[in-house]
């Protein structure tokens, strides 16, 4: 079931000031508050107020709040790691810094109520470009990429053994504590927040694990290969699963997005899953009829000309086209545009040319005046 709107749970407008905001939620927490207020709902429209007020009446969440709605504080939408965008050469520089970055306890979730709940990492996003000729044959690239896991000494425990973890003193091993906030003449109201001495987990490790060091999981660097499917199109996406930032609580690691870049080529182009090539014809070849040969993305094919062509006709190589990687069983075609080609000649040149022409000029008149 989706989330109300924070600014339809507090009744106000997305221009509203913090004392309107402030003012507004006063006076509906005093409305639901569960100990002045029966009804069965009372007390969950309570906490969708305090939620709504919460994320509104702090500044930096509510413009993430007003940027991404909802999944700007979901751990599994992917905006809490974030995208990253640049080539592979640069992988390992990053996972090292968020890995170094994450202190023990894991206290890297936006929301105000953590549980022990697994819960998957977030999603990363990269970009690789790859040439024209790539995108239609295919190509498989060899990287090293570190991936998040489970610390096999500790099974995600962050301590030496389950005799260095004590239940937090402060919580109770609850992994909250609850404290009343006076609203003066109004009476108190009762808040439940994270335990800032556990971070949430109900446990304190007293030794960290020698090998994670409290982190609960380790980064492993695998060399795997990422096979560029034949015919991918310039803007699509691949995913790898399990290679984005680590879950918590043994949940699994959000996924890799790959976004593919295609260079533009200097005489193909591609329209659908057609390619498409402009190809020089001499008048010679087409008074001729010759056959000539065209370079492909495969390798050279052969056309065959007709005297009656001209610049702009097309001539399709069928299933030479881009494959559709989505559908092995479609192929596209390849589309021949014919362009006459008048070469620049030299002075001599032009005049063996025109002496040519001349004769054939002559001939034909003979011939023709022989019938009268």
């Known amino acids: 079931m989706s989330k109300k709107d924070y600014y339809e749970v507090l009744g106000i407008s997305k221009s509203a000031t913090e004392a309107e905001i402030k003012k507004a939620y006063r006076s509906l927490a005093m409305k639901y508050h569960p100990d002045k207020n029966k009804e069965k709902d009372a007390e969950a429209k309570f906490k969708e107020i305090n939620e709504a007020y919460e994320i509104l009446s702090d500044k930096d969440k509510r413009a993430k709040y007003d940027q991404f709605g909802h999944s700007a504080f979901d751990p599994n939408s992917g905006f809490g790691g974030g995208s990253y965008s640049q080539g592979f050469s640069g992988f390992s520089d990053f996972f090292s810094d968020m890995f170094s970055d994450f202190g023990s306890g894991f206290g890297f979730n936006n929301s105000s109520r953590q549980t022990n709940r697994p819960i998957k990492g977030s999603n990363y996003q990269a970009n690789v470009t790859i040439s024209f000729i790539e995108s239609i044959l295919g190509k498989t690239i060899k990287q090293d990429l570190d991936k998040y896991e489970t610390c096999p000494t500790c099974d995600g425990l962050g301590a030496e053994s389950k005799n260095d973890l004590l239940e937090c003193s402060n919580c109770h091993g609850s992994g909250f504590v609850e404290e009343y906030v006076s609203l003066g003449a109004f009476g108190k109201m009762k808040n439940t927040t994270v335990c800032s001495k556990c971070a949430g987990q109900g446990k304190i490790i007293t030794k960290k694990c020698s090998q994670c060091k409290g982190q609960k999981i380790v980064k492993v660097t695998k060399n795997i290969d990422i096979a560029i499917p034949a015919g991918i199109r310039n803007g699509d996406s691949m995913t790898l699963t399990g290679f984005g930032g680590p879950g918590q609580n043994k949940g699994p690691s959000g996924d890799l997005y790959i976004k593919i870049n295609v260079t533009n080529h200097k005489h193909y182009t591609r329209a659908g899953n057609d390619i498409h090539l402009t190809l020089p014809v001499s008048v010679v070849d087409i008074i001729q009829e010759n056959a000539v040969e065209v370079p492909t993305p495969y390798g050279m094919e052969t056309i065959s000309l007709k005297n009656n062509n001209k610049s702009g006709d097309v001539i399709t190589i069928y299933h030479k086209g ?12 390849f589309k021949v545009h014919l362009e006459l ?15 040519i022409f001349k004769s054939v000029k002559d001939k034909t008149k003979a011939k023709w005046l022989k019938d009268f």
């Open 322 to 333: 881009a494959k559709d990687p989505r559908n092995k069983n479609i192929i596209g075609d």
């Open 341 to 355: 080609y008048v070469p620049e000649l030299s002075r001599s040149e032009k005049k063996d040319l025109s002496q």
